[in-house]
C-alpha cells in the first residue's frame, strides 16, 4: 500500500502552552488534527471555566489563516476543586478535567495530594457528563520510577472505576501491559490513550550509548515487552484505545539540562508516526479506529467529516526547530527518517 486515507482525526491529548510557544504549537496540531483535548498544566493552572475560555481564546487566535481546529478545553484538578467549578465548567463548554497526581510530571505541584478526598468531584463530573483524564502514577520516593503506573492501577484507578460506575474516565499515555490489561477488562466507560513514543521505543531508546533527554518522558518509556503489548493492543483495533500523542514542548536548553524537563514534541510528525507502526504491524486497516474513530465515540462527539491522505514517501524530522523568539525546540525523532508523508 502506497497510500491511505483516513477521517480526519483529532489528537485526545496533547500540550500546547501557552504565549508565544502557541504560534509554533497550534499550527503544527492543526496541520492534520482536527480537534484536541488541551492539557491544562500551565503556570499558574487552569482552574476554572473563564480561565479555560481565555485560554481557548489564545489557542484560537494561535490558528493558521483559514483553519477550523477547535481545541477541547479541560481543567487542571486541585484539592480545592469544588463541585461548583464542575458545573460552572460544564455550562462553559469545558469537557473534561484532568487529574495529575502533585508532582507526577511538569507543572503538575498543584496537583491532587489526596484522591480519597475527590471522590464527590468524580461524582459531580459524571453527573455534568464530563471525563475526568488520568495521569497515572502514585509519586511516593519509595516507589521506583518504572513501576509508578500499576501501583497507581491497584491503589487509585481500579477504585476510581468502580466506585463512582456512571463515570467516563481515560488512563491517560498508558506505558505498562499492566494498564493495557486493565482497561481491556474495565467496566464500560474505560478508555486509555496511547502514545508513539511508547509504542515507538522502550527504554534501551533513552538510557544505551548515554542518555537521550528528548526521548525521557512522563510517564518514562518502559521495557521492550510493555512495548510490545502496547503495540499488540492497538493492532487488534480495540475501541478502548486511542490517539494521544501527549506532545510536549520544551525548549531545547530545557531538555538538555542537567535537571532536563520531560515531554517529547511529536506534533510535526506524529501522525506520520503511528502510521508507520501500524503499518510495521501489518494493521493499516486498524488505523482509522485508532486516529479517528474511538476517540470521538468514547467522548460522545460526531466523528468528523473531512478525510486526510498519507502517501509511502521518505522524509527526514528536522533536527530542531526555531520558535518565533529564535529558540530552538528539537523535535521527536529528529533527524531521522519517517516513511510516511501528509498529502498536501
Not at 510535526?268 to 508507520?276: D, G, I, K, P, V
Not at 476517540?295 to 478525510?307: E, H, M, V
Request: proline residues 6%; glycine residues 4%; contains cysteine.
Amino acid at each position: 500500500m502506497n497510500e491511505i486515507t483516513i477521517i480526519k482525526p483529532d489528537d485526545w491529548h496533547l500540550h500546547f502552552r501557552d504565549d508565544d510557544m502557541l504560534l509554533e504549537t497550534v499550527p503544527a496540531t492543526a496541520r492534520c488534527f482536527s480537534r484536541a483535548i488541551v492539557m491544562p498544566n500551565l503556570v499558574p493552572p487552569v482552574m476554572n471555566a473563564d480561565m479555560a475560555l481565555s485560554y481557548k481564546e489564545r489557542i484560537l487566535s494561535a490558528r493558521p489563516q483559514g483553519s477550523d481546529f477547535m481545541p477541547l478545553m479541560t481543567l487542571y484538578l486541585t484539592d480545592k476543586t469544588s463541585v461548583e467549578d464542575i458545573k460552572a465548567a460544564k455550562q462553559a463548554g469545558v469537557v473534561a478535567v484532568k487529574m495529575y497526581p502533585a508532582g507526577a510530571t511538569t507543572n503538575s505541584d498543584s496537583g491532587v495530594t489526596s484522591v480519597e478526598s475527590r471522590y464527590p468531584i468524580f461524582e459531580a463530573l459524571a453527573e455534568n457528563d464530563m471525563l475526568l483524564l488520568i495521569h497515572g502514577e502514585v509519586t511516593h520516593n519509595h516507589v521506583d520510577i518504572f513501576d509508578r503506573e500499576k501501583e497507581f492501577i491497584d491503589q487509585h484507578m481500579t477504585k476510581i472505576v468502580e466506585s463512582v460506575p456512571n463515570l467516563k474516565v481515560v488512563f491517560e499515555h498508558i506505558t505498562t501491559k499492566d494498564a493495557s490489561d486493565f482497561v481491556l477488562s474495565a467496566r464500560e466507560g474505560v478508555a486509555a490513550t496511547i502514545t508513539p513514543q511508547h509504542l515507538m521505543m522502550n527504554r534501551n531508546d533513552m538510557l544505551v550509548g548515554g542518555v537521550r533527554p528528548h526521548n525521557y518522558c512522563l510517564p518514562v518509556l518502559k521495557r521492550s515487552s510493555h512495548q510490545e503489548a502496547l503495540r499488540q493492543v492497538v493492532a487488534s483495533g480495540s475501541n478502548r484505545f486511542f490517539l494521544g500523542t501527549d506532545s510536549a514542548p520544551h525548549a531545547r536548553h530545557k531538555k538538555e539540562n542537567a535537571c532536563g524537563c520531560a515531554g517529547c514534541y511529536s506534533a510535526w510528525s506524529a501522525l506520520e508516526l503511528y502510521t508507520q507502526v501500524f503499518e510495521e504491524l501489518d494493521a493499516l486497516d486498524k488505523l482509522e479506529g485508532f486516529a479517528s474513530l474511538h476517540g470521538p465515540d468514547f467522548y460522545g462527539l460526531p466523528r468528523n467529516t473531512d478525510t486526510v491522505t498519507l502517501v509511502k514517501e521518505e522524509w527526514q524530522v528536522p533536527d530542531s526547530i526555531n520558535l518565533a523568539n529564535g529558540e530552538p525546540i528539537v523535535p521527536f525523532f529528529s533527524g531521522r527518517e519517517v516513511s510516511w508523508k501528509l498529502k498536501a
